[in-house]
Nanobody, 117 residues
Framework: QVQLVESGGGLVQAGGSLRLSCAAS????????MGWYRQAPGKQREVVAA???????SYVEFVKGRFTISRDNARNTVYLQMNSLKVEDTAVYYC???????????WGQGTQVTVSS
């Protein structure tokens, strides 16, 4: 059974930092592209950052220079370090695992990030 469990969300003031974690089980973690997505109230879910199984990273423009995605294949965990947080970063953050060959995607349950002014 595939499980992705996010943690690390919370309430932080603008300019602050949070580190999200996503622990995976039931998948061959090292063969998966890992991504972080977010969904704000009334908006569609959008990709924030991703890291391929080979370690190539990509970021959406509005988080470049502020967010960093990393992964620890030994711990089956992907992280999202978020610095210089803005009020508009408030959303539920989800991690997703996509197998590089089958393209099967699994999702976590999400973790709330709230940035206050």
């Amino acid at each position: 059974q595939v499980q992705l469990v996010e943690s690390g969300g919370g309430l932080v003031q603008a300019g602050g930092s949070l580190r999200l974690s996503c622990a995976a089980s039931g998948i061959n973690f090292s063969s998966n592209r890992m991504g972080w997505y977010r969904q704000a109230p009334g908006k569609q879910r959008e990709v924030v950052a991703a890291m391929s199984s080979s370690g190539i990273t990509s970021y959406v423009e509005f988080v470049k220079g502020r967010f960093t995605i990393s992964r620890d294949n030994a711990r089956n965990t992907v992280y999202l370090q978020m610095n210089s947080l803005k009020v508009e970063d408030t959303a539920v953050y989800y991690c997703a695992a996509t197998h590089e060959y089958t393209h099967r995607t699994s999702w976590g349950q999400g973790t709330q990030v709230t940035v206050s002014s």
